[in-house]
């Protein structure tokens, strides 16, 4: 919690205490209204990767804005929820089902870097790393939305899906290889083949 003047007043962590941030753009921000920060600016709660969400407190007689109240949140703690490692930790039953081998779920800044990204098996995520495929530019361009295939930031085909936040002019992506994604349909198309080749011979031996 931060007073009118920019210094922290109330923390879960005491090292915070007193600190000011009157020159911080989620406390300027976040006396006009709910704001997000940008990520790579702040370093608060020992907490390298992060995002602040701010937001006004108002006098409950008069409306006027008397502080600001903030969020840091991790974004490490976003990719253990969307990878499923949280769930593994916690012994969730249903930790292990359905995953992918290439399943891929991250979102990209409108500076085309990504910011927040589950790391798979196959594939380990620098910070900030440049990601400027299909349905990243059709977001920044025109806000428009696709469910298709494309090539992914590795130069592979793969299926996607994604969602514009458009006024952080972000884009959350899911993606899976198309070998993957299409193996359920190639394992039955195999099984029918080997049904109506073994049908046609017992025909034939007939």
């Not at 046609?200 to 007939?206: A, P, R, S």
Request: charged share 25%.
């Amino acid at each position: 919690v931060i007073d009118i003047n920019g210094d922290i007043i109330a923390s879960t962590d005491k090292e915070e205490i007193g600190k000011n941030e009157d020159d911080d753009s989620y406390f300027i921000e976040g006396k006009k209204g709910p704001y997000i920060g940008e990520f790579d600016h702040y370093h608060h709660f020992d907490i390298d990767h992060a995002f602040v969400v701010s937001a006004p407190i108002r006098s409950g007689t008069t409306g006027d804005v008397i502080g600001v109240l903030f969020n840091v949140f991790d974004t490490g703690k976003l990719q253990d929820m969307l990878s499923g490692q949280f769930q593994l930790e916690e012994g969730a039953l249903t930790a292990n089902l359905g995953q992918a081998e290439t399943l891929e779920m991250y979102v990209v800044n409108k500076n085309k870097e990504m910011f927040v990204g589950v790391v798979t098996k196959q594939h380990q995520h620098e910070s900030y790393m440049k990601v400027d495929t299909l349905p990243v530019q059709r977001c920044l361009d025109g806000d428009e939305e696709i469910i298709e295939t494309y090539e992914n930031y590795q130069g592979k085909e793969v299926m996607g899906a994604s969602m514009c936040i458009v006024d952080r002019q972000w884009t959350l992506l899911a993606e899976i290889s198309t070998d993957e994604a299409f193996a359920p349909i190639w394992n039955s198309y195999l099984r029918l083949s080997i049904a109506v080749l073994v049908f046609i011979i017992m025909i034939v031996l007939v």
